[in-house]
């Protein structure tokens, strides 16, 4: 059976009203980067930070998966191959879509961390720096999400199953950030084919042996009734 890895980022969620990154109409266009997705930013103004990410979390919630997210869930519920989705995206949208087998590498909005002692539990839907961690009773609540200068989640299985694949997909990511934005010169290095489907060129595009441009709600669909038609 063919082993797909899947990464997908902020573009394949764009669809359904969440906003991504480095759009001219982007997050990072109205937040520093270092203010709301370090850790140094979060010591030096924790209120901020938690406004920051219980509005992201308001938005996830009431946003619904598109047809890009619910063609992936498709393309691992036929069974003919095994995808793994590797997402960068803190949104529930790909699991609320049936994708079963996903790792969310940057962590997700619904998820809880104790900055004094790692405990995890579900996020509250307002979440302040007064609440208390239920293991250690610090009150050092923080978003269980990977800010610049963390190690992603799960990168070990991550770049084993990359290196097993028989084809990388890379969904909707400008390819700035890294480790992610290394993975198609893993892929590459690996003997791994590799395929971009982004709405326009990302920073590695010349990289992948194969790149189809347009909306995630239209390219997505295509290629997955591609593959289940081979
Ligand atoms: C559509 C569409 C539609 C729109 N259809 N497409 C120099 C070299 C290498 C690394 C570094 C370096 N200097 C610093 C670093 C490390 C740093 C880094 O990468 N910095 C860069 C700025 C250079 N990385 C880290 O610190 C990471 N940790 C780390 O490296 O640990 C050490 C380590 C060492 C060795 C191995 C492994 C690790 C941690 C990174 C944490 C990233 N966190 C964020 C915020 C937290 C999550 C959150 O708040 O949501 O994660 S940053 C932000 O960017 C978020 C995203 O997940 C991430 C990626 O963004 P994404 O998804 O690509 O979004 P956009 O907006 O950039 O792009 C959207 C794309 O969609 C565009 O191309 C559009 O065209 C497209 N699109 N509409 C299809 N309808």
């Excluded at 990072?28 to 850790?39: F, L």
């Excluded at 979060?42 to 901020?48: I, K, T």
């Excluded at 393309?75 to 960068?88: M, P």
């Excluded at 979440?127 to 200068?149: E, H, L, S, Y």
Aim: glycine share 8%; with cysteine; proline share 6%.
């Amino acid at each position: 059976m063919a082993r797909i890895v899947i990464l997908t980022g902020a573009g394949i969620s764009a669809e359904s009203g969440i906003r991504t990154f480095r759009a001219s109409d982007g997050l990072w266009e109205e937040h520093r980067i270092e203010d709301v997705a370090t850790p140094e930013g979060f010591a030096r103004n924790p209120a901020l930070v938690h406004r920051f990410y219980n509005q992201r979390r308001a938005a996830a919630t009431a946003a619904e998966p598109n047809a890009a997210h619910r063609a992936l869930a498709r393309l691992e519920a036929a069974g003919a191959h095994q995808v793994l989705i590797v997402t960068q995206n803190v949104d529930d949208l790909h699991e609320r879509a049936g994708s079963q087998n996903l790792i969310h590498m940057h962590g997700t909005l619904n998820g809880a961390l104790c900055a004094a002692c790692g405990h995890r539990w579900s996020a509250p839907a307002e979440m302040n720096k007064t609440q208390f961690c239920p293991a250690c009773g610090k009150p050092a609540t923080r978003p269980d999400i990977v800010w610049f200068g963390e190690m992603p989640y799960r990168m070990e299985e991550i770049w084993t199953a990359l290196r097993a694949a028989d084809l990388f997909v890379s969904i909707g990511t400008s390819g700035n950030v890294y480790p992610a934005a290394g993975f198609v010169a893993d892929a590459m290095h690996a003997g791994v084919p590799t395929l971009e489907l982004n709405l326009e060129p990302s920073q590695g595009t010349r990289m992948f042996d194969e790149a189809r441009h347009g909306p995630a709600t239209q390219v997505v669909p295509a290629w997955v009734d591609e593959m289940l038609c081979a």
